[in-house]
């Protein structure tokens, strides 16, 4: 009898002490903390990557900038062209790294960012898209302005910082993520000098094309509607300054039509900074990914 109950008892010790290594197991569905996997700095076995693509929609709001013509026609700047506020689209791919507990409660991450819009200057700024006067106009015509079609894009990478809110045991660790973030990549504005003038039936792209660095900065916050789905409200605001930006300043650009060839836009080089803020708001759906 005493050999069967010390024989219970050595196997109830084995079983417990089991229970205790299975439960301190970092990857064990018991541990309260899934991102308690060691005491250093977040690395490559830190805890679950969460992998997400994003799609958003909203409005940029450009601000009014300074056009300094680089061709020796005259005025040489014109200052406060206003670029119109339009829709603006795009989507972003990341990865965010949990790190709670491990660098002051805050989790990090990095994604690709993209979107496009439309700064459209409206017609007609005098000497920026129309001659007022006609006295540069080459036949002489006055107010003979279009607008100055624009599009925008933006490609780049953002590296960003989160705070978790509301953190349960089980994934997505938190219910509310504010972030901000900074990031750099490749800003593009497409010009129509003329808008639709120019256009002939083997020239019909007239776009003058510019590309420079742009820098961002982004903050927002994200919150999950279901266990992979989430919502989120963002804002950006991007920088970049470019040397090749291009207008017809006094409507000389000769009319479209069916030929298939003849004179292109008339086109005068200018520089400008461009500063825009964007609003997003978009949709995420998210995995996660154990190492």
Excluded at 65 to 94: C, L
Excluded at 137 to 145: F, K, M, S, T
Excluded at 258 to 286: D, R, W
Aim: aromatic content about 12%; hydrophobic content about 40%; some cysteine.
């Amino acid at each position: 009898m005493k050999a069967s109950m010390s024989a219970m008892i050595c196997l109830l010790c084995l079983l417990g002490s089991a229970d205790l290594t299975r439960a301190d197991d970092p990857y064990s569905q018991r541990v309260a903390d899934p991102y308690a996997l060691s005491d250093g700095l977040p690395n490559m076995s830190s805890g679950m990557y969460e992998l997400y693509f994003s799609a958003m929609g909203g409005v940029a709001l450009p601000f009014s900038q300074d056009a300094t013509f680089t061709d020796g026609s005259q005025p040489r700047v014109i200052e406060d062209v206003d670029y119109q506020m339009k829709h603006t689209w795009g989507g972003n791919a990341g990865i965010w790294f949990p790190t709670r507990n491990k660098v002051a409660g805050f989790d990090l991450g990095v994604e690709l960012t993209g979107f496009v819009w439309h700064p459209d200057v409206a017609c007609c700024r005098d000497f920026f898209n129309n001659d007022p006067t006609g006295s540069f106009q080459r036949d002489g015509i006055a107010n003979r302005g279009t607008t100055t079609e624009v599009d925008g894009a933006y490609v780049g990478a953002n590296f960003l910082v989160r705070h978790p809110m509301a953190i349960s045991e089980g994934y997505p660790n938190g219910r509310w993520f504010p972030y901000v973030g900074v990031g750099v990549g490749a800003h593009q504005l497409g010009m129509k000098p003329g808008g639709a003038r120019g256009q002939h039936l083997l020239s019909a792209i007239t776009t003058q094309r510019d590309t420079t660095v742009g820098f961002l900065a982004v903050g927002g916050i994200k919150g999950h509607l279901f266990k992979y789905l989430s919502a989120f409200a963002e804002a950006k605001y991007l920088y970049a300054h470019h040397k090749g930006l291009s207008a017809d300043r006094y409507g000389d650009s000769v009319a479209g039509d069916l030929a298939f060839s003849g004179e292109g836009p008339q086109v005068h080089p200018y520089t400008s900074t461009i500063n825009t803020i964007f609003v997003h708001v978009g949709l995420s759906l998210h995995f996660d990914w154990k190492p």
